[in-house]
């Protein structure tokens, strides 16, 4: 007999008949249908290959074997209700905890800062380890409990795995301030003009801009490929190259370097990311705390699409 194919409630409805002599009584007490309970005792009679309970007037005696299972029983429910009780709650203001976060370290300028300034306000005793992962190993990580959380774009995973939409970012282009092409308005066919930076953690492949440019049957010229936004946008600074990017990362890498941010000259998806964790963490109270933190950071740092600016 595997556990696993058990319907651990069927022990509860054992205890209600073997402490209430009744099938009627039992299922008062345990708030369902007498078609209910008589149909659990059915499934059990089934499962033993025994009778259980025997009809004796107006009531339900025990078999022999019903009275040897019942004190194993109900020590044993009363034990998992005991540790249902005794889980400890997760209280931020006293627990030590090291929370795991997978993510790619583009996300690291962006959200580290604002989120260990809330964590260590008010969780003085949490530690956040970001870390970079393979994402053909998130699930199993996940599962493992080797991370916490991870944070990535939408993925294929299987139902033991949840996800929500993290973040969504619209596509913005940087160009250096005396640009000769830019000039005051970026459009279209200066955008193709220029020669461009492309940003990818991959070797090889496309990104959203050009699949959006090759639906309309157009290809720009990507003279540099590299893997970090800080670098692209310094080359930016000093040639005249176009860097195409998610509007959050922009902002935080480009901030030492004050290239324009302008309005992409086309309709480009914006970049999703959703945050990931494992579906016994969902009413975890830990899990829950960090999945909280991490969407609240990420609200509060907001978005918006910018206007074309002009060259100071």
Same mark, same amino acid.
């Given at each position: *007999?595997?556990?696993?194919?058990?319907?651990?409630?069927?022990?509860?409805? #054992?205890?209600?008949?073997?402490?209430?002599?009744?099938?009627?009584?039992?299922?008062?007490?345990?708030?369902?249908?007498?078609?209910?309970?008589?149909?659990?005792?059915?499934?059990?009679?089934?499962?033993? @290959? =025994?009778?259980?309970?025997?009809?004796?007037?107006?009531?339900?005696?025990?078999?022999?074997?019903?009275?040897?299972?019942?004190?194993?029983?109900?020590?044993?429910?009363?034990?998992?209700?005991?540790?249902?009780?005794?889980?400890?709650?997760? =209280?931020?203001?006293?627990?030590?905890?090291?929370?795991?976060?997978?993510?790619?370290?583009?996300?690291? /300028?962006?959200?580290?800062?604002?989120?260990?300034?809330?964590?260590?306000?008010?969780?003085?005793?949490?530690?956040?380890?970001?870390?970079?992962?393979?994402?053909?190993?998130?699930? /199993?990580?996940?599962?493992?409990?080797?991370? =916490?959380?991870?944070? @990535?774009?939408?993925?294929?995973?299987?139902?033991?795995?949840?996800?929500?939409? #993290?973040?969504?970012?619209?596509?913005?282009?940087?160009?250096?301030? @005396?640009?000769?092409?830019?000039?005051?308005?970026?459009?279209?066919?200066?955008?193709?003009?220029?020669?461009?930076?492309?940003?990818?953690?991959?070797?090889?492949?496309?990104?959203?801009?050009?699949?959006?440019?090759?639906? *309309?049957?157009?290809?720009?010229?990507?003279?540099?490929?590299?893997?970090?936004?800080?670098?692209?946008?310094?080359?930016?600074?000093?040639? @005249?190259?176009?860097?195409?990017?998610?509007?959050?990362?922009?902002?935080?890498?480009?901030?030492?370097?004050?290239?324009?941010?302008?309005?992409?000259?086309?309709?480009?998806?914006?970049?999703?990311?959703?945050?990931?964790?494992?579906?016994?963490?969902?009413?975890?109270?830990?899990?829950?705390?960090?999945?909280?933190?991490?969407?609240?950071? *990420?609200?509060?740092?907001?978005?918006?699409?910018?206007?074309?600016?002009?060259?100071?």
């Amino acid at each position: *007999m595997q556990l696993s194919r058990i319907d651990l409630n069927l022990f509860v409805v #054992f205890d209600a008949i073997y402490s209430e002599g009744s099938i009627t009584a039992a299922a008062r007490q345990l708030n369902l249908t007498q078609p209910a309970v008589s149909h659990a005792l059915g499934r059990l009679r089934g499962l033993f @290959d =025994d009778p259980l309970f025997e009809r004796r007037g107006q009531g339900m005696a025990p078999t022999p074997l019903a009275r040897s299972l019942a004190s194993e029983v109900r020590s044993a429910l009363q034990s998992f209700a005991r540790t249902l009780q005794d889980t400890p709650h997760f =209280d931020p203001t006293n627990t030590v905890r090291r929370f795991t976060i997978g993510m790619r370290d583009a996300l690291e /300028s962006t959200l580290l800062p604002p989120l260990m300034a809330r964590v260590t306000s008010v969780a003085p005793q949490v530690e956040i380890a970001a870390i970079r992962f393979d994402r053909r190993e998130m699930e /199993s990580e996940l599962l493992a409990g080797t991370i =916490d959380a991870a944070i @990535d774009i939408l993925l294929p995973v299987s139902p033991a795995i949840h996800h929500a939409q #993290f973040m969504a970012d619209p596509m913005i282009v940087l160009a250096r301030r @005396d640009h000769p092409l830019v000039k005051k308005e970026l459009t279209l066919e200066r955008y193709l003009a220029a020669e461009h930076v492309h940003v990818s953690s991959r070797r090889r492949g496309a990104g959203l801009e050009d699949q959006a440019l090759h639906r *309309m049957g157009l290809t720009r010229r990507v003279r540099l490929r590299c893997q970090h936004y800080a670098a692209a946008c310094r080359v930016v600074s000093c040639t @005249d190259l176009l860097a195409t990017l998610p509007l959050r990362y922009a902002r935080i890498a480009n901030e030492p370097y004050a290239n324009r941010i302008l309005s992409l000259p086309f309709k480009v998806p914006s970049l999703e990311l959703h945050l990931y964790w494992h579906a016994g963490g969902e009413n975890d109270g830990a899990n829950r705390w960090l999945r909280e933190q991490l969407m609240a950071v *990420m609200s509060a740092l907001g978005g918006g699409v910018p206007e074309a600016q002009p060259a100071a």
